[in-house]
């Protein structure tokens, strides 16, 4: 059975048109998927070409000096591919942003990336599941939303955090697919909840069909096909038949729906 690597990169920030980011963390846990504990970890910064595209000041701690005194990625990219290649990739939006970060980094120097055997993007698996009962689904609303801390925005503090929120997020969804009658689910554009307002409303919806409807007081009686002409003749004596049956109490209440159905 194939692990499972939960991987982030920091990097720096691109600004202006044509600009790329470069790699400046790389942090990675491998994850048992029988028990989801961390059986080994990896972590460090990684120096860019130019020290002074590291922003002066973050506030994850990532400093231009830490930054200048650890090892550029070509020294390091023989422990990146032995920890990706070959394993199911986990990471939150990995398939926008991180993977590519990955492949521009073995690019740079001139090897092939490491490939996974599968790849599980939580972002993508949470969106169209969990709905947006957490806000916008990133990493740090996630982590609030759980009560799990902040996000810090450090490689190896992140991906332990996104275990942590598959986790809550897995045992939420089990929970909601073995009750979903008392645990709906995602509140917000779930095309198979029907929230009290929509049952209000087929309710009601219900009673005005039935309210426009005529009520049967007779059982079902065929009705007889009548001849064209003939009809105004049939309701004229029906008329006639419930006038002379005004007299009989028990018979009020019919009478005076009947007189509604035949005017």
């Not at 922003?55 to 005194?69: H, N």
């Not at 609303?141 to 598959?166: I, M, P």
């Amino acid at each position: 059975m194939a692990e499972l690597v939960f991987f982030d990169v920091e990097t720096t920030t691109a600004v202006g048109r044509g600009k790329r980011f470069w790699v400046v963390e790389f942090g990675s846990i491998v994850v048992c998927p029988k028990k989801l504990v961390e059986v080994e970890s990896f972590c460090s910064l990684i120096r860019p070409p130019d020290i002074s595209l590291v922003a002066p000041t973050r506030p994850s701690g990532i400093t231009r000096e830490a930054v200048a005194a650890a090892p550029m990625f070509e020294e390091l990219a023989d422990r990146v591919f032995q920890i990706l290649n070959g394993r199911v990739w986990v990471g939150h939006n990995i398939k926008r942003f991180d993977c590519h970060r990955i492949k521009e980094a073995f690019a740079d120097i001139g090897r092939p990336p490491p490939e996974p055997v599968g790849m599980i993007d939580s972002l993508e698996v949470l969106t169209p599941e969990f709905g947006r009962r957490a806000g916008d689904l990133k990493m740090a609303t996630l982590a609030s939303y759980f009560g799990l801390g902040q996000q810090k925005h450090r490689s190896l503090d992140d991906v332990r955090l996104n275990l942590e929120v598959l986790k809550h997020c897995a045992a939420v969804l089990l929970l909601e697919s073995k009750l979903p009658q008392i645990l709906p689910g995602k509140d917000h554009g779930s095309p198979s909840m029907v929230t009290r307002s929509k049952a209000n409303n087929v309710r009601s919806g219900e009673e005005e069909a039935n309210r426009k409807s005529p009520v049967s007081y007779l059982g079902s009686i065929r009705a007889a096909p009548y001849q064209k002409g003939r009809l105004g003749k049939v309701i004229e004596r029906a008329k006639e038949a419930l006038r002379g049956a005004e007299g009989s109490q028990p018979l009020n209440g019919l009478l005076r729906h009947s007189r509604l159905l035949l005017r």
